[in-house]
């Protein structure tokens, strides 16, 4: 997979929420810098922490968090981007725990160059969980493998969203499609919010890639609360279809 040019690198934002995350995200700029050369935005939170100041410098255009959580940072770094009037053609997100090798990104964006229709791309982290018997009894035993399996059965049966991976925490969207909008997820229900906005409310086709996954550097943030956060997020876009609400651009 070759890198971008560099007129195609003007068109590619890519966002990192970090929340003290120093070596994580330290190892995602470097992956970005050996195979994309694009704006990059980091939501540093705590404010004033070190990550901050190693962003920079990587070239990266960072600023502090003081709301709590992922879909809160992707708020905030919707609002800073219009403030500054950046025009991105498609923002990556990724997370900062360098669990989501970077070299998948230039393969999204080319996917949805050539297809009008597509509106985000995804990487699909399970058909690299689960490779034989052993996996996938370890996959069973995994209490995050089987509540992600549950609330992606009741995303697709309650909200309509057909995906393997609906919280896969890499993505490329097209920046048009969330230009305007503000998410009302404050925390991991984002991805669900998401998927609900591009496939439901704007229209337009979800493509899914498989990716490696690999072991994330530093502690692991996501809990049990934070499924029931999801699970309510999910309740709640369904009703929202049910009484006809549209999501606010």
């Known amino acids: 997979m070759g890198a971008m040019t560099e007129e195609e690198d003007g068109d590619l934002l890519i966002l990192i929420p970090a929340y003290d995350e120093p070596e994580g995200l330290k190892m995602v700029l470097g992956e970005i810098m050996e195979n994309i050369d694009p704006h990059i935005l980091v939501v540093s939170r705590p404010p004033g922490h070190v990550q901050g100041k190693i962003a920079e410098g990587f070239g990266a255009v ?3 968090q003081w709301s709590r959580g992922k879909g809160a940072a992707l708020k905030e770094a919707l609002d800073y981007i219009e403030k500054n009037h950046y025009s991105p053609k498609y923002v990556a ?44 009894l370890k996959a069973l035993l995994n209490p995050y493998y089987i509540g992600n399996r549950i609330l992606s059965v009741l ?8 995906m393997k991976d609906p919280f896969t ?6 920046y048009d499609l969330i230009r305007g909008w ?6 991991f229900d984002i991805e669900c919010e998401l998927n609900d ?16 996954y690999r072991e994330r550097v530093g502690k692991k943030k996501l809990g049990l609360r934070h499924g029931f956060i999801i699970l309510l997020r999910i309740c709640a876009l369904a009703l929202d279809r049910l009484l006809g609400k549209r999501t606010r651009r």
């Open 155 to 162: 995303h697709r049966f309650l909200n309509g969203v057909r």
């Open 62 to 64: 960072v600023f502090d």
């Open 169 to 174: 925490g890499l993505r490329t969207i097209r």
């Open 197 to 212: 906005l591009i496939l439901n409310e704007r229209r337009y086709e979800v493509v899914e890639i498989p990716i490696e």
């Open 93 to 136: 997100l990724i997370d900062a725990d360098y669990t989501y090798p970077v070299r998948y990104i230039d393969e999204m964006v080319e996917i949805l160059r050539k297809n009008p229709k597509v509106g985000m791309v995804t990487g699909n982290r399970f058909p690299t969980w689960i490779k034989g018997f052993r996996d996938t």
């Open 182 to 187: 503000r998410p009302r997820s404050r925390s």
